[in-house]
């Protein structure tokens, strides 16, 4: 059976991808990335970066959605009678 769930980021890929075909030039466009931005206004350039910040908070929001769905699993060690507690010790990036 296939889910018909949506896609919790088709939304926000969406969105940025109707930004960036509308950023590129009609008359040259570019073959790849490069010259796609190199060939995009300023204007368009933000219009771009601020679609990829929400694609970015839409990854992220769902990443963190997915590690408190993960949190609230028992542990296999748990369930096979083992406590897997360990001190956590935090380290400085």
Do not use: C, K, Y
């Not at 679609?51 to 929001?61: I, N």
Request: proline share 6%.
């Amino acid at each position: 059976m296939t889910s018909t769930a949506p896609n919790p980021l088709a939304a926000a890929t969406a969105g940025f991808d109707a930004v960036w075909h509308g950023a590129l030039d009609a008359i040259r466009a570019g073959s790849n990335v490069a010259e796609q931005l190199e060939n995009m206004n300023g204007e368009a350039l933000f219009r771009v970066l601020d679609e990829l910040g929400a694609v970015q908070h839409a990854v992220e929001v769902l990443a963190a959605r997915v590690t408190g769905a993960i949190a609230l699993r028992p542990s296999p060690r748990a369930a096979m009678g083992r406590s897997s507690a360990r001190p956590v010790t935090p380290t400085l990036v």
